[in-house]
């Protein structure tokens, strides 16, 4: 018996959200390479986004995926939504998460709108405030935004 609970791999969901072609310039010529970004996530506040380079697209995307797999954190949801508004930035990227009443629904875009919907967050109003389309970057930018979100602790009243 393990003392640890593995990371069961049927319970992540998964979404492609970047597909390149890179190429390496050698003496014969040029060498091409996929490079894949993947998010992962539960759906219940466990979510990671992995880069990846391959020969292939599937080798790609298999590599990004176990590289999300180990970059998970976790986001604390407050009735699938985000306790309070956080701003983030990463690189060029800058997203802006604000906290929305039930009912309201998903509304942001692009990367930003994969990357929360696989952390379980149904209720949010996201921007994205930086001057790239980069889908990598704003993922991550997203990332750094939902590591900065602080969980609400109860107030204890001491009494004397």
Not at 52 to 72: P, S, Y
Not at 90 to 114: M, Q, Y
């Amino acid at each position: 018996m393990l003392p640890f609970k593995r990371a069961n791999t049927e319970e992540f969901q998964e979404q492609v959200l970047d597909l390149r072609r890179v190429t390496r310039v050698v003496a014969g010529g040029k060498r091409f390479r996929f490079r894949a970004t993947v998010a992962i996530g539960n759906g219940k506040g466990r979510v990671g986004v992995g880069i990846a380079k391959g020969v292939d697209v599937n080798q790609a995307v298999q590599k990004a995926k176990i590289e999300a797999r180990k970059h998970l954190i976790f986001v604390p949801l407050k009735k699938r939504t985000i306790p309070h508004e956080v701003m983030a930035k990463f690189s060029a990227a800058k997203v802006l998460l604000k906290s929305a009443k039930h009912g309201h629904g998903l509304l942001a875009g692009g990367a930003v709108r994969a990357v929360l919907s696989l952390a379980g967050i149904t209720d949010i109003t996201a921007k994205c405030l930086g001057t790239t389309k980069n889908k990598l970057t704003n993922a991550m930018a997203t990332i750094e935004a939902l590591k900065k979100i602080k969980n609400q602790k109860p107030k204890i009243k001491i009494i004397n």
